[in-house]
């Protein structure tokens, strides 16, 4: 189920208000699946839902958010820890082994009931589902921003929530590893991974812990690139089910474990037999 709103930003002003206050409308906004366009707000869900107004409006929440976040006045947060989920890949490419973590959160989001949930948020540049997991809130994040430069829309995600580097995931294509293979480990390098190397720099930091999803290296290395932006072949897709289904169970499992008690420093590896 989709989880409550996040608790939100708000100047000193609105303290003590019995109001959700402007960045709680936002937050709600983004629970029930709404896309803010330019020229204003739409349901993508068609629940009958009002729209939150003109573009002036929606102008001036973001500016409310905005001098919170120069304030830094944070509500308390509820019981229960907030983790980013993010998959790297490039928008439009969908289906490329280089958006291999597009797939993965489609397939997290699915299992976590919030497939239809995704909303658009022009202020990250990415699309954005909220949901829960037992006492954590979670943050999917799908950026709309190329590869190169994913770490833009990630860090300025992880900055409106209130999130450090340690509490980010990404989800990646991983050359060296076989279709099939798995591997979570926290923090590192980017091994060449441009997608990470713009996170790194965007969050000024290697700790997020990182879901890497094989998907072969060509055997010459001029086929690299065409490798990586090429569509999976038929016989790879028929692997890609149970790889996706591997890999959200890795990340939720991971993920409760972390929100029961202080971060642990092992890496964890999966496997899907061909």
């Known amino acids: 189920a989709t989880a409550p709103p996040l ?3 708000r100047s000193p002003a609105a303290r003590g208000s ?3 206050g402007r960045w709680g409308q936002l937050a709600t906004a983004i629970g029930r699946g709404l896309r803010t366009s330019g020229g204003g707000t739409e349901d993508v869900n068609k629940g009958g839902v009002p729209p939150l107004g003109s573009l002036r409006a929606t102008l001036g929440l973001r500016r409310a958010m905005r001098r919170s976040l120069s304030l830094g006045v944070l509500e308390p947060r509820p019981p229960g820890k907030r983790w980013l989920v993010a998959g790297l890949g490039n928008p439009g490419l969908p289906r490329t082994r280089h958006s ?3 797939a993965v959160l489609g397939q997290l989001a699915q299992r976590l009931g919030v497939a239809d949930g995704w909303a658009r948020d022009r202020h990250c540049a990415a699309d954005l589902a909220l949901a829960s997991l037992g006492d954590a809130q979670l943050v999917l994040l ?3 921003r190329l590869m190169n430069v994913n770490g833009r829309s990630v860090a300025r995600a992880a900055e409106l929530f209130g999130l450090t580097a340690e509490e980010v995931y990404l989800v990646h294509d991983e050359l060296d590893k076989p279709l099939g293979k798995l591997a979570l ?3 590192g390098s980017s091994r060449g991974h441009n997608g990470v190397r713009s996170c790194i720099a ?3 930091s290697s700790a997020m812990p990182r879901l890497r999803v094989g998907i072969g290296r ?7 690139q065409a490798h990586v932006l090429g569509c999976f072949s038929a016989a790879e897709q028929e692997l890609l089910p149970p790889l996706l289904e591997r890999a959200a169970d890795l990340l939720l ?7 029961q008690g202080p971060p642990s420093g092992f890496a964890i590896t999966g496997h899907v037999p061909a």
């Open 142 to 144: 799908r950026p709309r």
């Open 218 to 224: 060509p055997t010459h290395p001029d086929m690299v």
């Open 253 to 259: 499992d991971h993920i409760r474990e972390r929100s």
């Open 7 to 9: 608790p939100f930003l």
């Open 18 to 20: 019995p109001g959700i």
């Open 100 to 102: 291999v973590g597009l």
């Open 185 to 187: 480990k926290l923090g």
């Open 202 to 204: 965007c969050l000024n």
